[in-house]
Every structure is written in structure tokens, then in C-alpha cells.
């Protein structure tokens, strides 16, 4: 039909004019974050005033605590937006992005997003034994040996915690973080609701 | 808004003839005096270095931005038993959107149509020309708009709320029956106001545009700390008119232009007062209008109007209990007014009744009703979410006139009605991304007996950037007063007329491709029995009757793309087939194809941006089977703020290409379709304090 080939050339031409003004230039734009992502950007930022790391986590007394976020960065520039300036245990706020788990070792904290799904167990097991703070949201983040798992209920930010993951990694984390939890994971496969 | 009004007399009657109400004066007076609060979390922007402020612990309650009117509590726009679209205030003024109309025009899959007097929303596929839209719902603030004597959904310059005082607009398509009963055939509308919490101080605002047109509103708001806030504002409209339609039926008289088309004025308050659980909310609009060649065959004669008044109240309590009891009551008052002045010739339709050169028809309606609502959800065993609610509503006036001036009454119709309600829903999660929404709503109307709708809807989200719904409703719209009682000579009174119902099936598939871009696709299926239009009865007499039928299949596919600094890009098409079930025609004043684009592109970061629009649908026809074309319609608008503190400017143009094109109307105008507007322009200070 007629009109067919009208809305198709349109469309055509419209995603020329885009591309021409640079619209769509893949990676070209930064991306704004989504109101749930700035919602779980703060919760890292309160999350992080309840850890305490082992000493061995930093190369030096004065080394920034870093946080690192694993393949595309969901927050866009939110994380560093809210970090900048602050001290968390007396040490300045560094945020990153990380192509692999093998880079991110040397953070204290890594955010794993949703679109990194496919390397979930990969990215865990190169992290694994090293003193760092995974937070996730893949429904099977816990399971496969993460500490904190983001989850949406009633619209609200929820998060489980798997403390015998931290433990054994040396991470400490307060009594007050562990009670906002909406479950606690004591021994693998164990859990307990607050 | 009258169907077939001048085809009437009832040659021995004549009537002594009140013309004014003493409810109407009543009405406006309550109106402001309930002047009304509400309801529902509108959800704010949300602000990082805000919630950095909170507490942990008050971190926790903030929700993620969501729709209310789907499930009538907030979730997510994922997990909504529905295909949602919601439209910010921001995007509105961005976009320079003029009315609820143009708004509801930029959503992919609606359209809407004007016929000189009303403008009617349509969605995939349905827009009945001589309907009047009573087959989608529209709220505010959970409270119905819909009046119960057309069961006209408002859009155009006769709606209630002024635009500026929407929060947002929540579209949620398919049946909505199974929550709201009556209307709810094809999608429902929720407009979310602005509250006290929204305006923190005072705000002016005026706009002038094409056809003389004028705005003005003040409104003003707060928020204390001890939990009450208050909005109140005023506005009016006040248009010339257009008088460049052309008419190519009338071309002898007057070269065919009528006089001026839309000339208007729209006098409206609005308030909300809330504390703590209480809030109430209200409002009155009144808009009276010329209408120079609609339903009628004389042409260019100024004194065709029609007027329009609507006013609502809505008193409510909400309270959350100790083990997630939430409890929501409230009572409402409606009050809807029509009258329409029609000259007509002597030889109106043939009718050799009218003595004079030309008679001035005059129709009054009036409609006075009373309503409550309780409504309580709970949460059992962690992953039910339980709704049951139950509604009582009381037309304790529906009345409908029909006199010439001067003359004879042919019809003084007093009736009254009841309706009566109860609902449940639950919301199973049955795994983490796995959602089982299932319920269903049973109403009594006192003119046909009862209805059950029952809607259920599987909502699967793999991983946080894609979900699958798959949702089956059916849902009815309730043959409304005029169909039930408007009766004249050769006409028979409508006998035991039947809901029109919709069996629904829709697949959603929404998809986050990446931080900037969103896809989100539907394919649909609607059979719609029992459609409510004029036919032929045993005795031959014209009536009322459940008499036609139609389906419609088709797709959606949308693209939303978000960056950074404010650009924002919208591609949607849209694909219906609806064909009438007898005939397997196409229905009349329905697009085959549906295509918009809407870019925002930020000119000075956070404070200037430029908007452009395009609206396409293919050809539809009118009621007699001739096509009017396919307008491709473009607006661009320019909006800035805070480049002086308080200002903000915006400047639009619409149909920028001044394109000629034309709708198809009812088959009650001696035209089959009217001209709408070419070029015109608005330019719109806003000072907020």
C-alpha cells in the first residue's frame, strides 16, 4: 500500500535527520539514570557507611575506598555525583567503571547491574576470596556467592544479605544494616527473615 | 450535545419550560466550597541529593515512580496488570499541550476527532463518530469523569482541570472494568493533580493565541509541616473562535464559511485541601460555546451554542493500619449540565412542524448524583496483595428536555438511578518476577440488571530489562440516560437495552535495550458485542437498540528513547484493523495506520528546549463511506524556564505546515465531515512566587 511505503520513508528519514544531528550515536550520548537507579545509587551511598573493611583491602593508609561498577553503568554520573566530596570511614570516594571482575579486584565494592546477567557466575567466581563488597540485583546473586541482593517490592528498593558471603571474605557489616535487610542469608542456604 | 434533537415534536404536548436550574448556581457554590484535596502520591521528580538526606530507614518508603489507576494502589509501570503510558507536567509543557486532547493525542495508539462543538478520543481503532467518547474512562484523581447522562469523556476546552494543574496522565489500555465497572470498555484515563506540595507558593499564568484566544489562571498551594496542604486555583478561557472553516455543503450561504467556530468562554476553579488521611477535592467548569453549523441545518446563525458545566467533590479517608490494612473511604458529588440551542429551519429533516422561518430548539439536561466508596487491601502470606472494594451510586436527578423556544415541549424526561458495585483483586507474586494479577467487579444498574467483568493478567519479567504480559478482560459500557429515555415522535422508547461488552486479549512485550532506549510492543484482539446505535424496531420505528458489533486486531511498537541534559525521543506506531462484525467493513473514522514522533532537544541545558511533533494516521471514512485523507500534522514549541527566577515561556506553533484536513462526524450533521484548524499559535507566561 501506498501509505506503507509513506510512513516507511518517513521513518527513514527521520532516522537520518537523528543520526545526522547525532541523536543516535551509539554511546555518543551519556544516558540519564532512572528514577529507580538513582533510588539504589543512594542506597550505595548509605550502604557503604556501614562496612568495614579489612585493613589488607587497601594498598595505603590514605587510599580512596572505591567503588566500581561492573559493564554498563546504570547510574550514569549519579554515583559520583553523590560521593564527591565525602568521606566514608575517613577515606575519600572513588567511582569507576570496569570492563572485567579481574580489574575490579582491587575495589572494595562492586555493583554487578542486571545487564551483566550472562557473566553473573564469572564475574563472582574472579571476585571471589578477595575483600569486596558485591552488590547485585539478579534474582540468583546470593545464590551464586554475592553479599547484597537489590529487589523491587510495592515499588520499593528491598535488598537480602548474604552475611556468610561477607564473612567470608572479611567483610564486616554493621548490626544496623543488617536489621533494614528484608532477609539474612547466617550459612549458605540457611535464611532468616527480620 | 445532542443526537437527533431537532428530529422530534411531540405535537400535543406543550409545556411550560424553566430554563434555569436552581442546582446550577447551587452546584458551583458547593464546588468551591468543597473545594478538594487528594488522594493520590503524585510522584515527584526524584532528586538524589534529596534522598542523600534522608535516613536509611526513610529511604526505604521512597517508591519508585509509578501508576495508581491501574491496579487502584501505586506499583510500578511494569508490574501493572496493563499496557501504561504515563505523561508527565513536565513533558506537557515541554511539548506546549494546550488541553487533555492534545495530550491524549501524543500517546501511541489514540487519536482524537472535533466535530466544531466536541472533541472525542479514540484508541485502536474505536472512535464511533455521534459517540461521545463513553467508552474510556476518565478520572481525576480516582474520581469519575465520565457524566451519566451522555457518558462523555471530556478532552477538549469543556474539561474539567486546566492541563497546568496535571501532574501527570496515567493511559492505561484494555478493559478496566473489573476495577472501575461502567466506561472502562477501552482504556482508562487517571489524571494525577498537583498538589500543595507541587505549586510551595503562588502561581500566574496567561497565554494568547490564534482566533483571539485568551488564558488566565492563578493558582496557589503549600504544604506545612504539620501535615496539611492545600492547592486552590481559578482560571479562564475565553476564545473568538475560528471563523475559516470552510464548509463545502453550505458553499452558497455565506461562501461557506459559518460564523465563528469554537468561540468560547471556559470560567473554572479547582482545590484540594488534605491533612493526614483526609483529603478533600473539587471542582467547577463551565463552557459555553457557538456552534454554527453543527447539528442543524442552518448555517452561519450565531445563536447555535451549547454549554457544558461540570463540578465533582470528593471527600476522602485513607488510613494505614497496623498489619498492612490499608482502608480508603470516600463520598463524591456530581453534577453535569448540558444545554444546547439549535435553530432550525422550517424544513429541518423535513419536518413541516416548524411554522417559522427559524425556531430555536432548545435542549436542558441536567444531572445531580451522589456516591461512596470504601476500599481495603491487604497483604497475606507475603506474596498476596488483596483488594475488595465496594461502590454505591445515586443519580438523584437525570433529567432531559427538549422545547423550541417559545413553543412546545416535546420531551420532559425525569428519571433517576442506582448503581451498585463490589470488586476484588488479588496480586499474586508467585515468584520474584513472576506476577498473577486476577479480578473481577459486579455491578447492578437499576435500568438493565447486572454485570460481572473479570480481568486476569500473567506479568513475567526474566530479567530486570524485559517483561512479558499476557492479559485477557472483558469489560462494558451501560446504555447511558440519553440512550435510555431521549424518545420523540417515530421514535420507540430503547426496550431492555444491554451493556455493550468487550471480550480482550492482549500480549505486551516491553524491552530496555539500553540506558537511553526503550521498546515496548503490543499485539491486541478486542471483540466488542452489543453495540449501542440507531435502528429499526418491529414497528418499524426508529430506537435504540444493542444492534452492532466489531472487532479489532492489530500492534503497537514504540520507542522511547531518554538521555542526557534533557534530550528525549518518541517514535510509536500503531497498526488496527477494526471492521464492523455485520458488515465486515472498516468502521467509519478509523485509521488503519497510527504514526507519531515527538522530540525534546534541550537548546540551553536545563533551561531552554525545543519540541517537535508529528502525528500521522491514514485515511478514515466517514459514515456514508468516503475517505477524508490522511493528515500528517506537525507542531514545534519552544519552552524555557528560569532564565529570569520564577519565569517560565514557552511559545508553540501547531499544524506549523498548515495543513487542510478534515474528521468525520456523527450522522446527525447535515456534513459528513468538518474542517479543523490550520496554522495557529499560543504564546504562555508562567510566574510562579
Avoid at chain 2, 448540558?338 to 430555536?360: C, E, H, K, R, V
Avoid at chain 2, 485523507?629 to 506549523?656: D, M
Wanted: aromatic fraction near 12%; include cysteine.
Amino acid at each position: 500500500m501506498n501509505f506503507h511505503r509513506r510512513i516507511l520513508l518517513r521513518l527513514v528519514w527521520l532516522a537520518l535527520i537523528a543520526v545526522a544531528t547525532g541523536l543516535i550515536k551509539p554511546g555518543g550520548v551519556q544516558a540519564e539514570a532512572t528514577p529507580e537507579y538513582k533510588i539504589k545509587a543512594v542506597y550505595l551511598f548509605n550502604i557503604v557507611r556501614f562496612v568495614k573493611w579489612p585493613t589488607n583491602a587497601f594498598s595505603a593508609a590514605d587510599s580512596p575506598l572505591v567503588i566500581c561498577v561492573l559493564g554498563e553503568n546504570p547510574f550514569d554520573t549519579e554515583l559520583q555525583k553523590l560521593m564527591s566530596g565525602r568521606l566514608v570511614g575517613g577515606r575519600t570516594v572513588v567511582v569507576k567503571q570496569e570492563a572485567t571482575a579481574a580489574d575490579a579486584r582491587m575495589c572494595q565494592v562492586v555493583f554487578i547491574p542486571a545487564s551483566e546477567h550472562a557473566n553473573l557466575r564469572l564475574h563472582l567466581a574472579t571476585l571471589r576470596n578477595a575483600p569486596v563488597l558485591t552488590i547485585g540485583e539478579i534474582p540468583e546473586f546470593l545464590g551464586d556467592g554475592g553479599v547484597i541482593e537489590f529487589f523491587v517490592q510495592q515499588n520499593k528498593v528491598r535488598f537480602d544479605i548474604n552475611k556468610a558471603q561477607a564473612d567470608a571474605e572479611g567483610v564486616q557489616l554493621d548490626s544496623q544494616l543488617l536489621s533494614l535487610a528484608h532477609a539474612v542469608r547466617e550459612k549458605t542456604g540457611k535464611q532468616e527473615e527480620n | 450535545m445532542m443526537n437527533g434533537t431537532m428530529k422530534m415534536n411531540f405535537p400535543g404536548v406543550s409545556a411550560v419550560v424553566a430554563v434555569v436550574a436552581p442546582w446550577k448556581s447551587a452546584a458551583s457554590l458547593l464546588a468551591l466550597l468543597f473545594a478538594a484535596g487528594i488522594a493520590r502520591a503524585a510522584t515527584n521528580e526524584i532528586d538524589t541529593d534529596k534522598l542523600a538526606a534522608l535516613s536509611f530507614k526513610d529511604l526505604m518508603d521512597v517508591q519508585i515512580p509509578t501508576v495508581y489507576g491501574a491496579s487502584k494502589h501505586e506499583q510500578s509501570l511494569t508490574e501493572a496488570p496493563s499496557d501504561v503510558t504515563i505523561v508527565t507536567a513536565d513533558e506537557i509543557k515541554k511539548s506546549g499541550y494546550r488541553t487533555l486532547k492534545e495530550v491524549l493525542n501524543s500517546v501511541t495508539g489514540f487519536y482524537t476527532t472535533s466535530d466544531g462543538a466536541y472533541d472525542y478520543v479514540g484508541t485502536r481503532g474505536f472512535n464511533r463518530p455521534g459517540d461521545y467518547g463513553g467508552r474510556i474512562l476518565i478520572t481525576i484523581d480516582g474520581h469519575r469523569m465520565n457524566d451519566d447522562i451522555f457518558g462523555s469523556a471530556a478532552i477538549g476546552t469543556e474539561a474539567l482541570l486546566d492541563v497546568d494543574l496535571i501532574e501527570r496522565v496515567e493511559v492505561i489500555r484494555g478493559p478496566g472494568s473489573s476495577l472501575y465497572g461502567n466506561n472502562a470498555l477501552l482504556a482508562v484515563i487517571n489524571i494525577v493533580t498537583r498538589r500543595g506540595r507541587d505549586f510551595k507558593g503562588g502561581e500566574v499564568s496567561g497565554s494568547f493565541g490564534s482566533y483571539d484566544t485568551y488564558t488566565g489562571r492563578f493558582s496557589y498551594g503549600d504544604r506545612y509541616t504539620n501535615g496539611l496542604e492545600y492547592a486552590l486555583s481559578g482560571s479562564y478561557l475565553d476564545s473568538a473562535g475560528n471563523d475559516g472553516v470552510y464548509y463545502p455543503e453550505f458553499a452558497g450561504i455565506n461562501h461557506g464559511y459559518a460564523g465563528p467556530y469554537g468561540a468560547s468562554r471556559v470560567p473554572g476553579v479547582f482545590a484540594s485541601i488534605g491533612y493526614k488521611g483526609f483529603s478533600l477535592e473539587g471542582g467547577f467548569a463551565r463552557r459555553t460555546e457557538t456552534i454554527p453549523a453543527a447539528y442543524t441545518d442552518v448555517f452561519n446563525d450565531s445563536r447555535g451554542a451549547v454549554t457544558d458545566e461540570r463540578a465533582f467533590a470528593d471527600l476522602r479517608w485513607q488510613h494505614h493500619f497496623d498489619n498492612d490494612w490499608e482502608l480508603t473511604t470516600r463520598v463524591y458529588y456530581d453534577h453535569y449540565n448540558y444545554s444546547g440551542d439549535y435553530p432550525l429551519s422550517q424544513y429541518a429533516y423535513g419536518n413541516p412542524l416548524y411554522p417559522g422561518p427559524i425556531t430555536i430548539n432548545e435542549d436542558r439536561d441536567d444531572e445531580e448524583s451522589l456516591g461512596n466508596e470504601v476500599q481495603i487491601s491487604k497483604t497475606l502470606f507475603q506474596q498476596h496483595l488483596v483488594t475488595v472494594g465496594a461502590e454505591y451510586h445515586h443519580d438523584f436527578i437525570l433529567d432531559q428536555r427538549n422545547f423550541d423556544a417559545g413553543g412546545p415541549t416535546y420531551l420532559n424526561a425525569n428519571n433517576t438511578a442506582d448503581t451498585v458495585g463490589a470488586y476484588l483483586q488479588d496480586e499474586y507474586a508467585i515468584l520474584h518476577n513472576l506476577i498473577l494479577n486476577a479480578g473481577a467487579r459486579y455491578d447492578w444498574f437499576s435500568s438493565f440488571g447486572d454485570t460481572v467483568n473479570p480481568r486476569i493478567a500473567l506479568i513475567y519479567s526474566p530479567c530486570t530489562n524485559s517483561t512479558f504480559k499476557a492479559i485477557y478482560g472483558q469489560a462494558f459500557r451501560a446504555p447511558n440516560a440519553y440512550e435510555l429515555y431521549y424518545v420523540a415522535p417515530g421514535y420507540d422508547v430503547s426496550q431492555q437495552l444491554k451493556p455493550e461488552t468487550i471480550h480482550s486479549y492482549e500480549l505486551d512485550y516491553d524491552q530496555v535495550l539500553n540506558p537511553h532506549l526503550k521498546l515496548a510492543t503490543a499485539v491486541f484482539y478486542y471483540d466488542v458485542n452489543d453495540l449501542i446505535s440507531f435502528g429499526l424496531d418491529a414497528n418499524g420505528n426508529s430506537t435504540f437498540g444493542n444492534v452492532a458489533s466489531a472487532t479489532s486486531k492489530g500492534g503497537e511498537i514504540e520507542l522511547d528513547g531518554n538521555w542526557a541534559k534533557g534530550w528525549r525521543a518518541r517514535l510509536s506506531y500503531t497498526y488496527a484493523d477494526a471492521r464492523d462484525g455485520a458488515t465486515g467493513q472498516r468502521l467509519s473514522n478509523s485509521p488503519e495506520h497510527l504514526a507519531k514522533f515527538n522530540l525534546t532537544a534541550p537548546l540551553w541545558p536545563e533551561k531552554v528546549f525545543a519540541n517537535f511533533e508529528i502525528l500521522g494516521m491514514s485515511d478514515r471514512t466517514t459514515v456514508q463511506g468516503n475517505g477524508v485523507g490522511s493528515p500528517w500534522l506537525a507542531n514545534f514549541t519552544i519552552f524555557s524556564r528560569e532564565i529570569l527566577s520564577g519565569v517560565e515561556l514557552s511559545a508553540g506553533i501547531y499544524n506549523l505546515f498548515d495543513k487542510k484536513y478534515s474528521d468525520p462526524v456523527g450522522s446527525d450533521f447535515a456534513e459528513t465531515s468538518v474542517q479543523q484548524n490550520g496554522r495557529s499559535f499560543r504564546v504562555k507566561l508562567t510566574y510562579r512566587f
